[in-house]
Every structure is written in C-alpha cells, then in structure tokens.
C-alpha cells in the first residue's frame, strides 16, 4: 500500500538557521504530494504541494520539489522564524473508488526555533 | 478561519460509551472526510463521504461509522468506545479546480476525544 516517510524529530534550530525535513514515499499509482502544517492546539493548514514530477510547491518561504526517480518531496526553508515552531506532515494522495481522495500522512516531524 | 468548523472541541468519554462527531463546511463543498490522529502521530483517513454516501473508507471497524446531510455537514459517530480510540478527530472538506491531484483537503481545528 501507499506509505509516507519522514525524518523523525524534534529538529531544533536556532532563528535564521537552514531548515530541511525529509521525506519520502511509497505509491501504487502516480501521487500528488503535500506538506502540512499544525501548529500548537490547531488542526492541519495546507503549506504546499505539488502535482507531477519536477514540480516545486513554495510557500511562506517553504519550498519542496517533487522527485519522482528518488520518490522524495523534501522540505526546506531558507531561514526559519521562530513562528515556523509546529508540526510539519508529509503526504501524499493517489485518488481511487475504494479510497476516494484518501491522504496518506508520514509520521510528522516536530520542529522547535528558538530565538 | 478555514471553513470547517468541528464540534465539541474537547469531549471525556467512558470506555463502552458511544459518541458523535460533528463538522460543517463551506456551501458547495460536497465531499468530506474524517481523520484520527493518536497523540505524537500522523493522522489516519477513516472515510470519506460524497453526496451523502461514503465513497472510500480505511482501516477501522465498523462501530466507526458517519452520515453526511442534504447541507454537507457531517456526523463520526463511535460506538463502543475503547481506550485506543482516545485521539483527535479531524473533519476535512475537499476543495480544487477540478484536476483530482490538484484537490486540497481543509482540515477543522478537531475534536479532542479522551476516552477513561
């Protein structure tokens, strides 16, 4: 079946430090791929996503790439803000009849920023 | 504010007991998905539901079961509660333009669930 990996954490880093969370998959079909976000007490917010091999998805500064000869859809962030402090879920989705638009989610990675 | 609004947001249950999940979406968006994320985990697709049948569902039991309505709102309701089943409960609406891989799920904020 489908399946999501990612780095486990806590990733701690200090403000403006270089972030990358890893991720990679296994799929029966062709995926696209998603990167969440939850933050403290929240549900999950869509921070980007990418549709077909070589796609890049950005947002707030995040970037990711879709990669489909490594299957992977690695996070970055040139410089992290203390705010960008949350949970960070990788995921994929291969619509079908018996799952519908199912998202399969990684393990979550926790990153903490401190000043 | 993302246009899926859950309810209760923190619920204490009693092993055996039954409980239901609510969630509301924005008019039009007709296909809604329920998640359970355990504490420390990646959440985990339950069912989906469009035009008030489900149309997908995962890995869990049948006393996990849910109804859509006329309005695209949506019911989890759980029976025969257990320990395990403590979790947050997330309500998803499916938006997009159309292309299936280019639709975004919105998530509510959950329902906390803690079952005693």
């Given amino acids: ?115 | 504010e993302t246009g899926v609004t859950q309810s209760p947001t923190h619920l204490i249950k009693t092993r055996g007991q039954q409980v239901t999940l609510r969630c509301s979406s924005q008019s039009g968006h007709n296909t809604v998905s329920w998640y359970q994320q355990a504490l420390g985990q990646g959440p985990q697709f339950i069912f989906q539901y469009y035009r008030e049948e489900e149309n997908g569902r995962g890995n869990f039991p049948p006393r996990f079961s849910g109804l859509q309505f006329p309005n695209y709102s949506s019911e989890l309701n759980v029976n025969a509660l257990e320990l395990d089943d403590s979790a947050l409960y997330l309500c998803a609406s499916l938006t997009g333009t159309g292309s299936p891989g280019a639709n975004v799920l919105t998530f509510g904020a959950g329902s906390r669930l803690t079952v005693l």
């Fill in chain 1, 1 to 115: 079946g489908d399946s999501v990996t990612q780095m486990e954490g806590p990733v701690t880093l200090s403000e403006e430090a270089f972030l990358t969370i890893n991720c990679t998959y296994t799929a029966t079909g062709y995926p696209s791929l998603f990167w969440y976000v939850q933050y403290p007490g929240e549900g999950l917010q869509l921070l980007l996503k990418a549709t077909k091999a070589d796609d890049k998805g950005s947002n707030k500064g995040f970037e990711a790439t879709y990669r489909k000869e490594t299957t992977s859809f690695h996070l970055e962030k040139g410089s992290v803000q203390v705010s960008d402090s949350a949970v960070y879920f990788c995921a994929l989705t291969v619509p079908s009849k018996a799952a519908g638009n199912k998202l399969t989610f990684g393990g979550g990675t926790r990153v903490l920023v401190k000043p």
